[in-house]
């Protein structure tokens, strides 16, 4: 998550959650903030080296639970909290579950400031 030491002195701990991954940071106010790094393989139900059949869940909406954890995570620290990175999915966008989509926006309905936008565009 971090590329330098520039804010080794506000890492509290570190946590994971399946794909998703977190620090806890204090500052000198005592505020604090978890930033977590967020990917979400894209199923591949045709391959034997899938992500979810490997994890043993071989069920996408394990990473549903893994936000859960994560959102939890901060509440019990009474701490901000910043989920960014790939969520692999998009409403109405061909190959993707759009009840995955809706369980994922469920889950970070109370977070403010929600960019829930494609900040990512192939060409075709």
Do not use: M
Request: aromatic share 12%; glycine share 6%.
């Amino acid at each position: 998550i971090t590329r330098n030491s520039s804010i080794a002195d506000y890492i509290v701990e570190s946590c994971s959650f399946g794909t998703i991954t977190g620090l806890l940071l204090k500052n000198e106010r005592g505020q604090k903030l978890v930033v977590f790094s967020v990917y979400r393989p894209i199923p591949k139900s045709d391959n034997s080296k899938c992500f979810y059949k490997l994890e043993g869940k071989n069920d996408p909406f394990v990473f549903v639970e893994w936000l859960k954890l994560a959102r939890n995570y901060a509440r019990d620290h009474d701490a901000g909290v910043i989920l960014a990175g790939d969520y692999n999915t998009e409403f109405g966008r061909d190959g993707d579950d759009d009840e995955l989509s809706c369980a994922i926006l469920a889950v970070l309905k109370d977070l403010v400031d929600l960019c829930v936008d494609p900040t990512f565009f192939k060409k075709k």
